[in-house]
């Protein structure tokens, strides 16, 4: 592999190398000057300027016949690296004033720059035509050598016979010596240098010099050295190159070792940071890769698609697009001064690689979000940009969490404290109004309790008081799994209060406990007149529990009676059938026996609803993607603490819908808090919330839970929605609390109670999927409509109507309260048959339509559409009126939208269908 050339080498080696010389790029059949010495230049008799105007290219001052003869020898040097690694040419070469001079030239390959080869021209001139004087040859060689340990290029010869190295003598001089403690002359190669190698590249490195053993041409690697206390650990891309005898054996190989870790090194940090960045995008709420140095944008993500194209034109351009949201005045100068290209740049020069702003962001909904930007910045090795990853995290639960901390702390309890076990010192976080302790003062916890807790204690408690402050106690106490809560009485200002002390584990690991002091005294006061309270429910149930016997016994007895009475007056109305008095007379005693026993039955299933627990539903409106919002947050805190990684995903569309979120909630958090709780450290869980449109007025609502934990046994999971079933058969169950046994059972009445449906799929040891699915309306606003008064004085009207309903018992009943009106009326089976009678009837024969919305062959809506398209006059002016059960605002529209005049809901009353009827009928003279 060849050394690859940077412009800082080759100016080195300018710099170093004396004498008449240049170097030549060369490409096919044209060589590009990249840098001529002087000493040529003068040689040649041009001034500096002279030769720049006259020619760039030395072969064409060279005798015409001669020319081939130096292509070919360059094209050896550069193609042929297997055999030859300089040539020697001897020209004649045109000078300014004309004569014709012989020139030595000694060309030798040096490496890449830009994709074309490069080669050190080193030239003499020699007025005896023969080369008779190689000292200033093997001079420039080692003044080469010494340029190339300048550059940091390290040059040695491989004798491939022996198995040795040896150090080129113009880099080996005492500081290399000392530094790398590596000797000139260096035996049992490559083993004996595979001490100076990390493990990991020890393979490459024996590889490459295994292929110059084998006779192969060149070999390279790259690898890192080890450091110690005097060199920190540096990478090295090193190359052979071999050279054969006359019989075309392998005998050495030259090597060059470029120290190349600024550029790895740079590489590596590029690549962390990159990986990084993906790892984080999942979580991210906008994140952007940046080149900063072109002001480009190569990479964009959103979760939310309609962020304004502006923010994606140019690295500054999203920089401006998201200081917009920061509402904060000073804070957005601050983002503004430091977010732009420029400004990273020049922290990027100054060594700062990241940089960071929290603010807070209000939607036009009112909804605050806290957001966290980060900035971080690394160099492309491959282009030298300045990049940046730029990512904006979601730290709303966060700053919440602290801000309560700050609060619980500050107002909620007396005092906060941390107590450290091993030293037995505590520290307090909050301060303690009693003594005048102040937040961060921190002492010995005998300290404490001798000197400030002790006296505002009552003499004869203070025993106690020691006793249960013994710290010794405290910590075995926490250490079988409970906190530590006990109350004391204080004399503060004069009056007493009750103190109740809480110590629970902070981090258990490091035996630092946390201490909490709360001022009970009303809670305490309230607490005794509890008990009284309690004491005297107690009574007053028992007294209940008798009363509830007694009516349950008369209960039965009164509901008895009505049934008998329907029984037997039903049999006397079939006895009366022919007396219409009597059979009059026997169905008014049923009707109001059957009132009787629906009171009866009422007020049984309410006391059955308390006694049971029963719930009934509430629902209002809201958001699908809050809900979703509502349920991730917990459970994400839920796994952090038992360390699960946890994944959530919503699918689908954010509307807004009826639920009753309480009972979702309890539902799916029920699920999600027995995965975690039966997951080991370390495990997955789930969530997916997706939502499905059903038809206009319907959403399923499907929640998948998953996890990786300890699995449910197919037994178990024939009476696993039992109550108070457990699988204590699971030997896999290694928590000690199994619970009550009612979650399941809970879920499965409220989604039982929501009309949804729950599945289940487990296997021992590998994991459980829930997933349970209901469907809800959509909210919509109401339909408005003119709410005309129901007529109670019901006269006569004159007209004819089309009834178009295709259940049968439906149109008998609505034909029947017309006909109380005095309408005449003639009915369709479907609205293919409505159509058909509507349109082959005389003109203005139907004063009105009665149109049931859902019917096979032809629905309402489009019986109604045809029509009104009728080529007939009335087909436009006949109300037509829709009935259906189907009670939504969005149907009434859509009717609307059809061409009807109004909407009854199903069933029909009296009312109603009379109210309908006088609007768009005549009353009978």
């Keep these: 592999m060849p050394l690859l050339l940077t412009k800082e080498t080759i100016d080195t080696i300018i710099a170093n190398v004396p004498g008449s010389y240049g170097l030549y790029s060369v490409g096919d059949h044209e060589i590009h000057k990249l840098y001529n010495s002087v000493n040529l230049q003068t040689a040649m008799g041009f001034t500096e300027e002279e030769y720049e105007a006259i020619i760039s290219n030395p072969i064409l001052l060279i005798q015409p016949e001669q020319q081939e003869d130096y292509w070919n020898d360059l094209y050896n040097v550069t193609e042929d690296l297997e055999h030859i690694s300089e040539v020697e040419n001897v020209s004649h070469m045109l000078r300014k004033d004309g004569r014709i001079i012989p020139v030595v030239s000694i060309i030798r390959y040096i490496g890449v720059y830009q994709d074309l080869p490069v080669v050190l021209a080193m030239f003499r001139i020699d007025w005896n035509q023969r080369i008779e004087d190689y000292e200033q040859v093997l001079n420039l060689q080692a003044l080469y050598e010494t340029a190339l340990r300048k550059t940091e290029i390290a040059v040695w010869e491989y004798d491939i016979i022996h198995h040795r190295n040896i150090i080129a003598k113009a880099i080996y001089d005492d500081e290399f010596k000392t530094r790398t403690h590596i000797p000139h002359v260096i035996t049992d190669v490559p083993y004996s240098l595979t001490k100076y190698i990390e493990d990991r590249y020890v393979d490459d490195f024996v590889e490459m010099y295994q292929a110059i053993n084998r006779g192969e041409p060149s070999a390279s690697c790259e690898v890192w050295l080890k450091g110690d206390d005097d060199n920190p650990r540096s990478c090295q891309h090193m190359v052979l190159t071999t050279v054969y005898d006359e019989q075309g054996y392998p005998t050495k190989a030259f090597g060059l ?167 037995r010192v505590i520290k307090f976080i909050s301060h303690d109004k009693a003594v005048g302790i102040k937040a961060n003062d921190q002492m010995s916890f005998d300290t404490f309790v001798n000197d400030y807790c002790m006296p505002l204690m009552i003499r004869s408690e203070q025993d106690e008081l020691l006793e249960k402050t013994n710290l010794d106690m405290i910590y075995h106490t926490l250490k079988t799994g409970q906190d530590y809560i006990t109350r004391m009485r204080h004399i503060v200002g004069g009056k007493e209060r009750f103190f109740q002390f809480n110590v629970s584990w902070l981090i258990e690991d490091y035996n630092l406990m946390l201490l909490t002091c709360l001022d009970v005294t009303e809670s305490y006061a309230e607490e005794m007149n509890n008990m009284r309270r309690m004491e005297d429910a107690l009574l007053a149930t028992e007294r209940a529990n008798e009363a509830k016997t007694e009516f349950v016994s008369r209960i039965s007895h009164d509901i008895r009676t009505p049934i008998g009475i329907i029984n037997n007056m039903t049999d006397f109305a079939f006895k009366d059938i022919d007396d219409p008095q009597a059979l009059l007379d026997d169905l008014k005693k049923i009707k109001s026996a059957d009132s009787f026993l629906m009171s009866l039955i009422n007020d ?64 799916t958090l029920n699920l999600l808090s027995n995965a975690a709780n039966y997951t080991p450290e370390g495990g997955r869980l789930s969530y997916t919330f997706e939502s499905i449109p059903v038809d206009n007025q319907h959403i399923r609502v499907v929640s998948t839970i998953r996890d990786t934990g300890i699995g449910i046994s197919k037994e178990f999971q024939q009476k696993m929605f039992e109550p108070f079933s457990q699988d204590r058969e699971n030997n896999l169950n290694t928590n000690g609390d199994m619970g009550t046994g009612l979650g399941l059972a809970i879920v499965k009445g409220l989604i039982d109670l929501m009309k949804g449906q729950i599945s289940v799929h487990s296997e021992l040891g590998v994991g459980t999927t829930f997933v349970w699915e209901a469907v809800f309306d959509r909210y919509e606003e109401d339909f408005e409509e003119d709410n005309e008064e129901l007529i109670s004085d019901f006269r006569p009207l004159d007209g004819r109507v089309l009834l178009v309903e295709d259940n049968m018992l439906n149109r008998v009943i609505a034909k029947r309260l017309m006909e109380e009106f005095e309408v005449e009326v003639d009915c369709a089976n479907n609205g293919r048959e409505g159509l058909t009678m509507f349109a082959d009837s005389p003109l203005y024969t139907y004063d009105m339509i009665l149109m049931d919305l859902h019917m096979p062959l032809m629905d309402g809506y489009e019986t109604t559409r045809q029509i009104r398209s009728l080529d007939r006059k009335d087909a436009i002016t006949t109300p037509i009126v829709a009935i259906s059960a189907d009670a939504f605002a969005q149907a009434m529209r859509k009717s609307a939208e059809f061409g009807m005049n109004g909407y009854i809901t199903k069933p029909l009353s009296v009312e109603q269908v009379y109210a309908v009827l006088a609007q768009h009928l005549a009353e009978k003279e």
């Design 604 to 667: 049984v299933l309410d006391i059955s609803k308390i006694d049971s627990g029963k719930v009934e539903l509430h629902t209002t409106q809201n958001s699908l993607s809050d809900m979703y919002d509502n349920i991730y947050h917990i459970v994400e805190s839920l796994c952090d603490g038992k360390h699960l990684d946890f994944d959530a995903e919503f699918k689908g569309i954010d509307d807004d819908i009826y639920v009753d979120t309480v009972r979702f909630n309890q539902v």
């Design 257 to 423: 070792g470029q120290d190349v870790t600024s550029r790895k090194i740079d590489e590596e940090l590029y690549n962390s940071i990159n990986n990084q960045f993906e790892s984080i995008l999942p979580l991210a709420i906008v994140s952007a890769r940046l080149n900063l140095s072109e002001n480009r944008i190569l990479r964009f993500i959103s979760n939310n698609p309609r962020i304004d194209s502006e923010a994606t034109r140019s690295a500054d351009d999203y920089f401006i697009y998201a200081g917009k949201y920061v509402m904060d005045a000073e804070l957005q100068k601050q983002y503004f001064e430091t977010f732009n290209c420029e400004h990273l740049i020049h922290l990027y020069k100054k060594h700062q690689t990241k940089a960071m702003i929290e603010f807070p962001v209000i939607y036009p909904n009112g909804k605050v979000q806290f957001v966290e930007l980060t900035t971080t910045m690394s160099m492309n090795p491959a282009t030298r940009s300045i990049e940046a990853l730029v990512y904006a995290m979601d730290i709303t639960e966060r700053v919440l969490r602290e801000h309560t901390i700050h609060e619980l702390a500050n107002k909620s309890f007396y005092y906060v404290a941390t107590i450290a076990y091993n030293s």
